[in-house]
């Protein structure tokens, strides 16, 4: 059973940080490509970074270019989501999402909400 999971988000002030994690089982998580989407309220969800592999070139989105980072942990079936400089039109649910030969998988998503 495909499982993604994530975790770590929360409500943060803007300027500050927060790391987001993704824990996958049930498939081989070394091959598929993983990503990070979100959807703020009354938005379309969006892509805000990809990485096909380890040590691949990361894709990010242009509001995102800069302030976050993707990472993956092949050996923990996890990936993470570094996020710096937050800022309250990045409040959105974030979603981790696995795509290869398989399909397309996606997590339950965790809440970010960026506000003093």
């Known amino acids: 059973q495909v499982q993604l999971v994530e975790s770590g988000g929360g409500l943060v002030q803007p300027g500050g940080s927060l790391r987001l994690s993704c824990a996958a089982s049930g498939f081989t998580f070394s091959s598929y490509a993983m990503s990070w989407y979100r959807q703020a309220p009354g938005k379309e969800r969006e892509l805000v970074a990809e990485?096909?592999?380890?040590?691949?070139?990361?894709t990010y989105a242009d509001s995102a270019k800069g302030r976050f980072a993707i990472s993956r942990d092949n050996a923990r079936n996890t990936v993470f989501l570094q996020m710096n400089r937050l800022k309250p039109e990045d409040t959105a649910v974030y979603y981790c999402?696995?795509?290869?030969?398989?399909?397309?998988?996606w997590g339950q998503g965790t809440h970010v909400t960026v506000s003093s």
């Open positions: 990485l096909i592999s380890v040590g691949a070139r990361a």
């Open positions: 999402k696995a795509a290869g030969w398989g399909g397309d998988y």
